[in-house]
Every structure is written in C-alpha cells, then in structure tokens.
C-alpha cells in the first residue's frame, strides 16, 4: 500500500482531547500568550502548564518568556515540526470520519 492507513497517522500525544484543544488553538491562533490558551480551553494555569511541557518535551510546541513588567509573559506556538504533526494528525481524524460516512443504516 502506497499510503498509511489514517490510524497508523494519529500521533499518540494528540490523542488526549485537551492535548488537542491546545495544538488546535495553536495553529489557528500562530504565537499566543499562555492566558488565552488557558482561556480558550478552560484551564487553570497548572493544567495548562502540565499540558504544555508534555507538548514542549515532545518537540510539538515552542514557548519564549518575555519581560512584562514585574511579571513575566509566556508565549506558545507551534513549532514546524509539531504543526506537521498536528496537520498529519487532523487529516488522519478526517479520513476516519469520512470513512464512517459510507457505512450506515440507523
């Protein structure tokens, strides 16, 4: 077979659906501030960041700190392997419900 079947595509860390809402969040927002990403999925600051170093240890997701004025700004994007990934991944998910589309009688 010249193509991979879609669930040989998935990546195992994006199975995680709040894994998924951040990387999805990422690559259509580009770099955003760790707060809306927090805001966007719902989560409190320490769950974002476990969520952040599992995607960042993975080479998925980038994060710089920036000076903000006696705090300091975290800033997350995707980094362009992870957006290779993440886009693999999708069309993967894609290919599986379409290919439940053809099948069906209630």
């Known amino acids: 077979m010249s193509e991979d079947s879609p669930d040989t595509r998935l990546v195992p860390l994006l199975l995680d659906p709040t894994r998924l809402r951040v990387v999805a969040t990422l690559l259509a927002a580009g ?3 760790f707060a809306f ?10 769950a974002l960041s476990k969520q952040v170093k599992a995607l960042s240890d ?4 980038t994060s710089r700190r920036e000076p903000h004025g006696p705090a300091r700004r975290t800033w997350l994007r995707l980094s362009p392997d992870g957006r290779r990934q993440v886009e693999v991944h999708v069309g993967a998910l894609r290919d599986i419900a379409g290919g439940a589309d053809g099948s069906g009688s209630g």
Do not use: C, M, T
């Not at 966007?40 to 320490?46: A, F, I, K, P, T």
């Open 31 to 33: 770099e955003v501030e």
């Open 37 to 46: 990403v927090r805001d966007r999925v719902g989560l409190s600051d320490s």
């Open 58 to 61: 993975a080479g998925v997701v």
